[in-house]
């Protein structure tokens, strides 16, 4: 709908010298005062600044312009300025074309008339194009103030809390039976050596207890639907076999139970019950039966904890569940898991009992862990000498290409801990030492003072063949010194493989389910590396902590507080203005073949077999013309990108204002 | 099941290689049949040249099988396998390389196209072969005999295709499949045994082969068995005299000739420096 005859304002802007070094502007504007419909052109110094924008508010008024180009930057840097100043002056805002003149122009250009060639075509296009723009209008929809934040590691359970004092409800999705993630496993934490259970167990504590958190453990999320703002999303609660109503947390069960498995959370350094939680703090400490190594589960018989659990709150029958929650945003902080280093045979893991992972020697310094926090060999020794072999699966082209940012430095913290508990040498293999961050670089330097051997080297080998006899049963760590420029072969007693850090399993899933995609070696896209490093391209789906790349615990705890003021912010605009070009679907012309459907990367796009046509769901539409390009029957229309507009500005750019081919004024009247 | 055959220099002249390998082949209907005219693969020693001379030589045994219309070259060395491996992925990479080496080959009416698979004959009679042909033809009880399964450093490397590149298990299937026991944590496995280096630089291969004996000896194996002569031989020939405890070091096809049921004797046992007597 098209109210009077398009009376059309340019402005060329020179960007300081950015587009007037090159671009002839007072041509420019004079060559767009002589095309069709063109009532006022100017040039101006800076059109975004205030002047500017009251230039063209101004003239507006005035000379009733209902039709404005600027021919400035790139439409991502100010097309919003420009619209928002047009409907300052009572015009839509989409009766605006921008010409870029700036990145596509006068700063690719070498010679200067070939530049103002260009910004006389350029301009002349968005001339001929803006003449057949319509007058759009966004709608406005609610904000669900709920959030979902998915895993409980320590970013996740930082995102929850800061949003639960907010005072707005969140659900707190995470699937092993307890939260807290990888942190819990440590013992101490670099470069402060502060215990790690004292400062996170509280966390773990206060999530349980805050009244704005609804924690659902032992659940993964299902489906998620809607839109920024509206979202429903399927969480599905896998049966714990235990009612956590009337458990008491005493343990009984546990004890009693005679199945007894490797322990997930010790690495397979010890074992655990069938009916078991993973860790002494565990949050809930409501135990869970694991199915596959339950006695009852697999032989049908047993049911010892049933009968000594007092409480009565063993329960055999409980179901899976599915619950569904709305939500208006989403917080992934789904964290990462170790690298394993089986299939680095050179290093011997899993053939020689003396060769740990990284995380597997957290537990050993854990007070709670297999050894009680002693660093002893398996076979209860004091060790004489400890190997740390760094980058063991990262900055490798074979495994992971990129740097795990965390190992150099957890592995100067074993070193220290090693010295200080047991006073055995220990030397780190490295590759470069990547010590950046607050009091990292110090630690660095306070572990050569404490002795600590450094040898620049990738290791080649660990084995246990050993060249003199008083080396036997030591294990030999092969590398090549590259300081001293000759090849090291040094007798240990145990050998910790730093494994680097890779996206947590089922973050594919995730993606898909939100609608955004992974990076080459899975960690989630952020919107922007620099500018939006906690938002992604769905809009209220945000990410903190380890999914989007390997971070420290302060990186991971900033990206969860964040997060939560991304999600908070968002919550307190309570209304949402949806952008107004979305693709529409004619259903007098739809067909129902569902093409579109197929090829709307954001699922926009649903379905109604009763009708047999498809719709497009404004609030999730992205603008990006797939379906309207997809269509056989041309029954959609890409508002604002539409046939006509598109033409038009082709028309434009492609020929002279004598060559105008495409009627303007017989449809603009 | 027939194959294009590269004995390579060292074969014939090893301790009982040659007579092994015909009769288990024999046995398991496995025909191998010699590439004629066949040169010197040109080995490592050849090949760290990097001259055009080192390419001719693996380009022409590879022409001269093409031309008698064999589609596979089994080997049965190390070196040779890797050396013809190697030059068939560089002569594939490289044009102008594979233009002069054409331009060599041409004058004896030959030309290389690279269209052949290279492979060794252990990998040959793991993969190629059901277990059941094999154990069909076991008569001896080996099940107490211990066998450090020695695959020296060329076969899996660069490639590790065939098998992992630091700790393969292929020879260990075999020595299984044959009823016999490998040495399961044997670390000396890829170990490098020095290979021509042995005759200038003595001091320095040595050690490794002490390390590839005594990882054998003092986890208990009775035998170390080998795929390459250059490995055998090294190996063997490095306890002569050593004054450490001593392992004997056969080769895979004798090995299987023993739980084959043939005697000591047709598999030229004899000819090894350590001797072998089977205790089992
Ligand atoms: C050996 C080692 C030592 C370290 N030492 C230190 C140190 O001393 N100091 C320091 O600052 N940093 C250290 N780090 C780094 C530290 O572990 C991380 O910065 C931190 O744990 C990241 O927290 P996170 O919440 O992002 O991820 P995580 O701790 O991995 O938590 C993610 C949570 O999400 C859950 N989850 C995953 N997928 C799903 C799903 N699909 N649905 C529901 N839930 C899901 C997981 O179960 C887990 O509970 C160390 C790392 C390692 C490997
Ligand atoms: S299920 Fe029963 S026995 Fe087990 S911890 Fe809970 S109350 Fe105790
Ligand atoms: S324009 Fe893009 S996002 Fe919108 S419905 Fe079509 S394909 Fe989906």
């Known amino acids: 709908m098209r109210e009077s005859k398009p009376k059309i304002g340019v402005y060329v802007c020179h960007c300081g010298t950015n587009i007037s070094g090159k671009v002839d502007v007072e041509a420019v504007s004079e060559y767009a005062s002589a095309l069709p419909h063109v009532a006022i052109a100017k040039n101006f110094k800076f059109m975004c600044s205030s002047p500017g924008q009251q230039l063209v508010i101004d003239d507006i008024r005035k000379n009733d312009l209902n039709r404005v180009v600027v021919a400035s930057c790139s439409p991502r840097m100010h097309e919003k300025t420009f619209r928002t100043a047009c409907q300052a002056a009572g015009i839509n805002p989409y009766y605006f074309q921008m010409a870029c003149i700036r990145e596509h122009d006068s700063w690719v250009t070498e010679d200067p008339e070939a530049a103002t060639q260009k910004a006389k075509d350029l301009v002349r296009g968005s001339v001929a194009r803006v003449a057949h723009h319509q007058q759009l209008t966004s709608r406005v929809v609610d904000i669900n103030p709920n959030v979902l934040v998915i895993g409980g590691g320590i970013s996740g359970m930082q995102a929850a809390l800061d949003i639960a004092d907010g005072g707005k409800k969140v659900y707190l999705v995470e699937r092993d039976p307890s939260i807290g993630g990888n942190m819990s496993k440590f013992d101490k934490t670099f470069p402060t050596l502060d215990c790690a259970a004292c400062i996170s167990t509280p966390k773990l504590v206060a999530v349980g207890q805050h009244e704005n958190i609804e924690m659902m453990t032992y659940s993964e999320v299902a489906d998620v639907s809607g839109f920024v703002g509206n979202f429903t999303v399927k969480i599905r609660k896998k049966p714990r076999y235990v009612d956590a109503d009337k458990c008491t947390g005493c343990g009984v069960c546990t004890e009693k139970c005679p199945s007894k498995v490797l322990s997930e959370f010790d690495h397979d350094l010890t074992k655990r019950k069938a009916i078991f939680t993973p860790f002494p703090q565990s949050v809930p400490n409501t135990p869970v039966i694991d199915t596959e190594n339950c006695l009852f589960f697999k032989k049908g018989k047993c049911r010892a904890c049933e009968k000594f659990c007092e409480a009565g709150a063993i329960d055999f029958e409980q179901k899976e569940e599915i619950v569904e929650i709305n939500v208006g945003s989403i917080i992934i902080a789904t964290g990462f898991e170790t690298f394993d280093p089986t299939p680095l045979t050179q290093y011997g893991f899993g053939r020689y009992p003396e060769v740990y992972t990284s995380i597997q020697f957290e537990r050993i310094n854990n007070a709670t862990g297999p050894t009680s926090g002693k660093i002893v060999t398996k076979d209860g020794k004091k060790p004489e000498s400890v190997a740390i072999i760094h980058c063991v699966g990262s900055r490798d082209q074979n495994y992971m290409k990129y740097c795990s940012r965390v190992c150099c430095m957890y592995s100067?913290?074993?070193?220290?801990?090693?010295?200080e508990k047991t006073g055995a040498e220990v030397y780190e293999f490295y590759i470069d030492i990547r010590s950046p961050g607050k009091g990292y670089e110090e630690f660095y330097n306070r572990l050569q003072e404490e002795g600590t051997h450094f040898i620049r080297g990738k290791v080649s080998q660990i084995t246990d063949m050993v060249d003199s006899p008083e080396d036997e049963g030591k294990l030999m760590v092969v590398a090549e010194d590259t300081l001293a420029r000759k090849v090291r072969r040094i007798p240990v007693d145990m050998v910790v493989l730093s494994v680097g850090l890779k996206p947590a399993a089922?973050?594919?899933?995730?993606?898909?389910?939100?609608?955004?995609?992974?990076?080459?070696?899975?960690?989630?896209?952020?919107?922007?590396?620099?500018?939006?490093?906690?938002?992604?391209?769905?809009?209220?789906?945000?990410?903190?902590?380890?999914?989007q790349g390997p971070k420290d615990i302060p990186d991971s705890v900033a990206q969860g507080q964040g997060a939560a003021g991304a999600a908070l912010s968002?919550?307190?605009?309570?209304?949402?203005?949806?952008?107004?070009?979305?693709?529409?679907?004619?259903?007098?012309?739809c067909m129902g073949c569902r093409q579109c459907e197929e090829v709307c990367v954001y699922g926009a796009i649903s379905y109604h077999p009763a009708l047999n046509i498809c719709e497009v769901n404004e609030a999730i539409c992205k603008g990006c013309g797939n379906c309207a390009a997809t269509c056989p029957n041309k029954a959609i229309d890409l508002k604002h990108f539409n046939n006509d507009e598109l033409l038009a500005e082709m028309e434009g750019l492609m020929f002279g204002p004598a060559d105008f081919h495409h009627g303007t004024d017989e449809q603009a009247a | 099941m027939k194959y294009g055959f590269f004995p390579g220099c060292s074969y014939k002249g090893?301790?009982?290689?040659?007579?092994?390998?015909?009769?288990?082949?024999?046995?398991?209907?496995?025909?191998?049949?010699?590439?004629?005219?066949?040169?010197?693969?040109?080995?490592?020693?050849?090949?760290?040249?990097?001259?055009?001379?080192?390419?001719?030589?693996?380009?022409?045994?590879?022409?001269?099988?093409?031309?008698?219309?064999?589609?596979?070259?089994?080997?049965?060395?190390?070196?040779?396998?890797?050396?013809?491996?190697?030059?068939?992925?560089?002569?594939?990479?490289d044009n102008d390389l594979n233009e002069k080496v054409n331009l060599a080959l041409a004058e004896e009416g030959l030309k290389y196209t690279g269209n052949l698979n290279i492979r060794h004959l252990m990998e040959v009679i793991v993969n190629d072969l059901n277990a059941d042909d094999i154990k069909k033809h076991i008569k001896k009880d080996l099940s107490g005999f211990v066998v450090a399964p020695y695959y020296g450093c060329q076969l899996n490397r660069p490639w590790a295709d065939i098998d992992d590149a630091h700790y393969p298990v292929l020879m260990d299937r075999l020595i299984e499949m044959v009823g016999a026991k490998p040495l399961k944590n044997y670390s000396a496995k890829t170990e490098c045994c020095g290979a021509a280096h042995m005759v200038a630089h003595k001091d320095l291969c040595m050690p490794l082969n002490n390390r590839i004996v005594k990882d054998a000896v003092s986890k208990s194996a009775q035998t170390i068995c080998t795929l390459c002569p250059l490995c055998q031989f090294n190996v063997d020939a490095s306890q002569y005299k050593s004054g450490l405890p001593m392992v004997p070091v056969i080769f895979f096809t004798q090995m299987?000739?023993?739980?084959?049921?043939?005697?000591?004797?047709?598999?030229?046992?004899?000819?090894?420096?350590?001797?072998?007597?089977?205790?089992?």
């Open chain 2, 256 to 280: 299987m000739g023993l739980a084959f049921g043939l005697s000591e004797k047709d598999l030229k046992l004899q000819k090894l420096l350590t001797p072998f007597k089977l205790a089992v």
């Open chain 1, 570 to 589: 968002l919550i307190s605009r309570g209304k949402l203005e949806i952008e107004a070009a979305v693709s529409a679907i004619d259903p007098e012309r």
């Open chain 2, 14 to 93: 090893a301790a009982g290689y040659k007579e092994s390998t015909e009769a288990v082949s024999r046995l398991l209907g496995i025909e191998l049949v010699e590439i004629q005219d066949w040169n010197c693969c040109g080995a490592t020693s050849y090949w760290s040249t990097q001259s055009i001379e080192a390419y001719v030589l693996p380009a022409r045994i590879m022409a001269l099988a093409e031309k008698q219309g064999l589609s596979e070259i089994v080997n049965v060395c190390n070196a040779c396998y890797s050396t013809l491996r190697k030059a068939q992925e560089k002569l594939a990479q």
């Open chain 1, 506 to 547: 089922g973050i594919e899933d995730i993606a898909r389910m939100v609608g955004i995609s992974v990076d080459s070696d899975g960690w989630i896209n952020e919107l922007h590396p620099k500018l939006g490093p906690l938002a992604t391209p769905s809009d209220g789906i945000f990410i903190a902590g380890c999914c």
């Open chain 1, 412 to 419: 100067m913290k074993f070193a220290h801990l090693v010295r």
